[in-house]
């Protein structure tokens, strides 16, 4: 069974840093693109930031500069260091991975930040 499970959320101060992480486990030929996902209660899930397998990451404009996605190959893991912190970041953030050509969700983990 392929899996990804997420791990590092919890409660932070705001200007406060976090690190979250997602292992994907199971038969695994192929990891294409990994990220991260949030939401909040009444909105759409919105993407945070994503990389490819090849690296290359991109960012959502509220996170820029703030967040930083990198994924660990041999582990089949992708992080995401959050450092400086804000309010707004409070969400329940869920990991996102195409793997064996199919789309695989983490069960969410939450991350509060407190003002």
């Known amino acids: 069974q392929v899996q990804l499970v997420e791990s590092g959320g919890g409660l932070v101060q705001a200007g406060g840093s976090l690190r979250l992480s997602c292992a994907a486990s199971?038969?695994?030929?192929?990891?294409?693109?990994m990220g991260w996902y949030r939401q909040t209660p009444g909105k759409q899930r919105e993407l945070v930031a994503a990389?490819?397998?090849?690296?290359?990451?991109n960012y959502a404009d509220s996170v820029k500069g703030r967040f930083t996605i990198s994924r660990d190959n041999a582990k089949n893991t992708v992080y995401l260091q959050m450092n400086s912190v804000k309010y707004e970041d409070t969400a329940v953030y869920y990991c996102?991975?195409?793997?064996?050509?199919?789309?695989?969700w983490g069960q969410g983990t939450q991350v509060t930040v407190s003002s």
């Open positions: 199971g038969r695994i030929f192929s990891i294409n693109y």
């Open positions: 990389i490819t397998s090849g690296s290359s990451a």
């Open positions: 996102y991975a195409v793997m064996n050509g199919f789309q695989y």
